[in-house]
T-cell receptor, first 117, second 112 residues
Framework: GAVVSQHPSWVICKSGTSVKIECRSL??????MFWYRQFPKQSLMLMAT?????????EQGVEKDKFLINHASLTLSTLTVTSAHPEDSSFYIC?????????????FGSGTQLSVL | GESVGLHLPTLSVQEGDNSIINCAYS??????FIWYKQESGKGPQFIID?????DKRQGQRVTVLLNKTVKHLSLQIAATQPGDSAVYFC???????????FGQGTELSVKP
């Protein structure tokens, strides 16, 4: 089946630094990817929709200057948490849409646990 | 609307029993629904899906029921096993492959 790779799986950084998370579709081209964040014992909250070659669409309440999304190719979307603070510590998950695929069309990465000290 | 940040309800069952996990979805315009299983520290894993033109769909040991009248979705797991212990989320979308809105989630604990 289709695979989405997310890297790194975990990262620890100091407050004020920026962290980049990568989401790759390994065996298909993804024109659309999605970024979610998840706090412990809570549901996944959609942050933004990443569209290849155009600006991302952010959900209400998500700061676009804080969470920079770049979808420069059909197989890669990146999420950069800029000037990270402890409250940004969370589990970040990406998913990729495989158009035209029969059955399941959305494939999830394995997530990135971000801890900001 | 979006899922709110509530703490997860839990369901505890005995190994071999059947489990029923419920979900209330928010958007009456949603036409595609998915159940996911999430283990600790991992991304969601697809279990089963259902379109709005159906009210029941069966998979291997799992059944999804959809009641559009009351905007309710349920996941039934037959002969629950310890490996089924995880958090289960329902998700809704207006078109297959579009952005998903996740429900609150339920933590399933299976006692051996």
């Amino acid at each position: 089946g289709a695979v989405v790779s997310q890297h790194p799986s975990w990262v620890i950084c100091k407050s004020g630094t920026s962290v980049k998370i990568e989401c790759r579709s390994l065996d298909f081209q993804a024109t659309t990817m999605f970024w979610y964040r998840q706090f412990p014992k809570q549901s996944l909250m959609l942050m933004a929709t990443s569209n290849e070659g155009s600006k991302a669409t952010y959900e209400q309440g998500v700061e676009k200057d804080k969470f920079l999304i770049n979808h420069a190719s059909l197989t890669l979307s990146t999420l950069t948490v800029t000037s990270a603070h402890p409250e940004d510590s969370s589990f970040y998950i990406c998913s990729a849409n495989r158009p035209g695929y029969r059955g399941e069309k959305l494939f999830f990465g394995s997530g990135t646990q971000l801890s900001v000290l | 609307g979006e899922s709110v940040g509530l703490h997860l309800p839990t369901l505890s069952v005995q190994e071999g029993d059947n489990s029923i996990i419920n979900c209330a979805y928010s958007n009456s315009a949603s036409d595609y629904f998915i159940w996911y299983k999430q283990e600790s520290g991992k991304g969601p894993q697809f279990i089963i899906d259902i379109r709005s033109n159906m009210d029941k769909r069966q998979g291997q040991r799992v059944t999804v029921l959809l009641n559009k009248t009351v905007k309710h979705l349920s996941l039934q797991i037959a002969a629950t096993q310890p490996g089924d212990s995880a958090v289960y989320f329902c998700a809704e979308t207006r078109n297959q492959g579009g952005k998903l809105i996740f429900g609150q989630g339920t933590e399933l604990s299976v006692k051996p």
